[in-house]
């Protein structure tokens, strides 16, 4: 957990300033507290998408997915209402 934080940490700043980044939270599950999300706002799609491909994503997801105790899930949703 402690290394997964540092690295968000590090990167905070780096992904808020991406263009189309509008906003960036690291939540925690409130019934089992090892598990964090972390939910993002871009622009559009294409500006998440120029993420994505960027070494900033690439790095940092290099680092953070090897300390998942399970496989990693990644949802793209709109606001309904």
């Known amino acids: 957990m402690n290394a ?3 690295i968000f940490e590090s ?3 780096k ?17 089992i ?10 622009k559009n799609e294409a500006s998440l ?3 994505r491909q960027s070494e900033l994503f690439i790095e940092t997801w290099r680092k953070t997915k090897a ?3 399970q496989k990693a899930e990644a949802w793209s949703v709109e606001e309904v209402k």
């Open 4 to 6: 997964f934080l540092e």
């Open 11 to 13: 990167a905070y700043p």
């Open 15 to 31: 992904i808020t300033a991406m263009p189309g980044c509008e906003s960036l939270q690291l939540l925690q599950d409130k019934i």
């Open 33 to 42: 507290p090892g598990i964090l999300f972390t939910f993002s706002r871009w």
């Open 49 to 51: 998408e120029n993420y």
């Open 67 to 69: 300390l998942f105790d």
